[in-house]
């Protein structure tokens, strides 16, 4: 760790102007790749709701501190479907100390109802294999908010409809999306 604070002393003198560039850019590839050994690494694996309705999605976030990289095996589980949404990883630099995690994001969406449990997510990080905790995950069938403001198809009172007369409207989506994803769309 001394030679990491004598190199960065000799960049910032501009003794060493050259490796201004290279050194810096060589520490964050070997952060990156999970080179730079860490003294702990801790997998954590978290929901962002604990319960849902068949029409909705749940998001599940694995962090994996102490490494910029890592294996992942997600179980598969009858009724629900994961969709891995990205990943992000942190680089940080504090008094010469390097340390590194990343975060692996995944859409849940439930076929069924019904109470379901995640199992644990293994993780292989440097040739160790590590696992996160099991989840609890209830599904209902629908939200109690939908279920009242729903109306029903032959309900003679449906919003814009006035003497018999029915409101149509046409919405276009303009690209391919993903279930969870924000699309722009466009009402004529």
Known sequence: MRAFQNLFALLKSGYLPGLQIICPLALLIMVSQG??????????????RASMSVEETAEMVVTVNGSGSAELDVAEVDGLEFTQRGHSRQLQFINGTASASLSITYLIQAMKPGSYVIPAVTVEVEGKKLQTEAIPLEVTSSSPQQQETTPSPSSPDLPGEKDGQKAFLRAEVQNQSYVGEQVPLQIK
Do not use: F, G, W
Request: proline share 0%; glycine share 0%.
């Open 35 to 48: 080179n730079c050994h860490a003294a702990d690494i801790t997998v954590t694996a978290t929901l962002n």
